[in-house]
């Protein structure tokens, strides 16, 4: 019986943090993902590795779901350097932040074996990456920005999928990393499709506009669904990408 409930239970853990611009989107996929997975009657159990000093543990330890579930059931703290390409004496202190967040993920990944390793970007998600490449986890990764920062380039070379936003965004990689590119659009969490706009206008101080289109949300779509934001054609969400 215990085997047969261990067999239903998808593990997936997400790396990223730094910023809320590397948290939010990931927990919307998150969200998503066990809205989907209580769907089709299979239990989902989320890991989430950030920065273990800074805002990452305090969000994602407290987001929850439109249903009242946490976004995430685990969070694990790890030491998180910089890259600066600049000269300062950080970079030196901070090269031993980045092994100790490499040997931490290391063995999170080893005790908790999931069957993917989501990057959300920042620092923090590169040495998971590299540790889930080592240990033959996959590994996809999400770009936000029109340009990709240094993270996501190093991440893209232990990632199966690159997922941008932007078409264009390919451009900055090389051939063969253009190849693992796929145009997602940028994951939303469903509250903003919810919000009244109106409100949302008194909060700022701004004048009732009904000609806003970009104001407005989009008043359709399953509550459990990831809305994407893109710069482009919407893309074809029609097959999945995260666990094809």
Not at 94 to 109: N, R, T, V
Not at 215 to 226: C, D, I, K, Q, T
Request: net charge positive.
């Amino acid at each position: 019986m215990k085997n047969k409930k261990q067999s239903n239970l998808l593990k997936v853990c997400f790396a990223g943090g730094g910023t809320g611009g590397h948290i939010y989107p990931g927990l919307a996929v998150a969200d998503s993902l066990r809205f989907l997975c209580k769907k089709n009657g299979k239990e989902v159990k989320i890991f989430w590795i950030g920065n273990s000093s800074g805002m990452d543990r305090t969000i994602v330890s407290k987001n929850v779901d439109s249903e009242g579930n946490l976004s995430a059931d685990v969070f694990y703290g790890i030491p998180s350097g910089k890259l600066r390409r600049y000269f300062s004496i950080r970079n030196f202190f901070d090269l031993f932040k980045i092994g100790f967040g490499f040997i931490s993920s290391f063995f999170i990944l080893l005790k908790i074996r999931p069957a993917v390793l989501f990057s959300k970007g920042g620092f923090v998600s590169v040495p998971p990456c590299i540790a889930a490449k080592l240990l033959h986890i996959p590994v996809f990764t999400h770009e936000c920005d029109f340009t990709p920062g240094l993270a996501t380039r190093l991440n893209s070379k232990s990632a199966e999928k690159i997922l941008v936003t932007y078409e264009e965004t390919k451009n900055y990689f090389s051939a063969a990393i253009q190849k693992k590119c796929v145009v997602t659009g940028n994951p939303v969490r469903p509250v903003f499709y919810k919000a009244n706009p109106e409100e949302g206008r008194k909060f700022l101080g701004l004048g009732s506009s009904q000609n806003d289109a970009a104001a407005e949300p989009a008043a359709e779509g399953n509550p459990g669904e990831v809305k994407t934001a893109s710069g482009g054609e919407k893309p074809d969400c029609s097959k999945p990408v995260l666990f094809g």
